[in-house]
């Protein structure tokens, strides 16, 4: 039996959760069957769903690599100003993308870094190596949190154990630390991958938004609706609920496989 | 608190909830010449729209204005998906014949009131030397210009490069085209780009004064648009909607389009 607080407690959450599906699925119902396959096929969408697969992808590789050892370090090592450095990496989480784009658009632009930049034949600004670093930096920070949280709950006794063993750091690192921090990894992979594919303001400045050349999936949605192109721009708009459904629930089901694994 | 008090408030306040909800869409579009009226605009109207808006409101206690901007292809998908706004004021009159034949529009109200004038903007100090239309076609030119679909100036860009017969030539300088105006300016402040197209009130307004320059087009080599006001057919509030488009083409309104760089059509 189950007592009034629990009932009304889950009648909350189904009630306000039910709403939520409404709204989300509401999004399947407008594009005609013919206009939403005619949308899919469109050279556009297929182009836009490309750029955005493979920019995100990339994006994520990067991320993972700078994140794991940055993660790893406020985690288990103290530094010099290491506080300012969790703070610093927390902030891009709290303001809103558009900012890091402009503050992307001003470091590229006519300075010194963004000149030494273009001296080396590096171009960021309106290319896809832009919508590779915006996706970068605005994934960057949600990827340390979580790897972060993954590292704090291994128990550095494990490490310790290694190394007393004779083992060096980077060994201990490889062959103790990473393994018990797999899931954390992957799952912080998972969630940067869709903070990737549905970065928008950010892209938009420092790609530029142009017409099939880095026009990305939520780019695609905003062009399209300002064309009046309802069913191209819901048909991205139901590709990036799918992927965003695949992600997450490649991330449930492997996180409660491993709860089981470990009970 | 014992769990049935928990029970109640909740169930009171996703009562509230739904209830707020549902009158939100009930209680707009009274018919009176009071009450709500919704204007759907050109991003590129903002800063006289709001202000007209403001001084309609003070003069019409009662009336309260909602504006939505949208490039023009938003504002279609608006009458479009919706079919609740009163008054629209598109960036560029031709649009109103595509939502004539639509029959979204009541014919006989649409009205021209300002003219929307393409200009060069280049950096400040203009390092580049650009002075007409020919020199965006020049080798190391780097230009950004409005999407060509989803913008009005971008539109007017492709025109009037055709009138010059400069098309090709500048077209293979476009580094981007971006689908919102704003960010033009936002590339050339930031050295991104040496020139843009943009519209003459934009590059007037107080954000770029002293920031970048403005050059002139030849009228004859331009592609000037206008920016009109019409009633749709879906309006729930004529008479404050005529109000309203009467206000913002009467010689008061037309002083506020003025003070935000655009110039009246009867001048």
Known sequence: MKSKFEITFISISFIFTSFLFVIIGSIFLIPSPQGFIESLFSDEMLTALKLTLSTSI???????????????SISRYS?????????ILDL???????????????????NLFGNLLRSLGIDIVFTTTGIIVAQFFVAF?????IIYSTFSYINPRYELVSRSLGYGEFETFKNITLPLAKNGIFASSVVTLARCIGTFAAVLLVGGGTYLKTETLP????????????????????????????AIFTLEKYSNENIKGMN | MDSKQVAVIAIILILVVVAGLYASGLLTGGNSA?????????????????????????QNPGTTVNIQYGNSGELFAALQTQKTA?????????????AKNKGYIINDTVKPIVYHIPVIAVQKGNPKNITSVTDLGKSGIKVALGDTNATAVGKESIKLLNKTGELTAVQSNVVVYAPTVNQLLTYLTSGQVDAAIVTEDIANTSAAQGKIDVIQIPQDQNAIATIGVGLTSFTQNKDAATKFENYITSSEGLSIWEKHGFKPVNQ
């Open chain 1, 92 to 110: 891009p989480m709290a303001f809103p993308e558009i900012v890091l784009g402009i503050a992307l658009l001003m470091l590229f632009g006519n």
């Open chain 1, 58 to 72: 990339l994006a994520v590789v990067l991320v993972m690599l700078v994140a794991v050892p940055t993660a790893y």
């Open chain 1, 79 to 87: 530094f010099p100003l290491k506080s300012i450095v969790k703070s």
């Open chain 1, 219 to 246: 780019i695609a949605i905003y062009f399209n609706l300002s064309l009046g192109n309802i069913d191209m721009a819901i048909t991205a708009g139901i590709i990036l609920v799918l992927i965003s459904f695949v």
């Open chain 2, 34 to 58: 009071q009450g709500n009226i919704t204007v759907l605009a050109g991003a590129g109207t903002m800063s006289a729209m709001n202000e007209l808006k403001t001084s309609f409101e003070k």
């Open chain 2, 86 to 98: 009163d008054v629209i004021v598109p960036g560029d009159l031709t649009f109103m014949d595509n």
């Open chain 1, 141 to 145: 920070p949600y990827a340390v949190k």
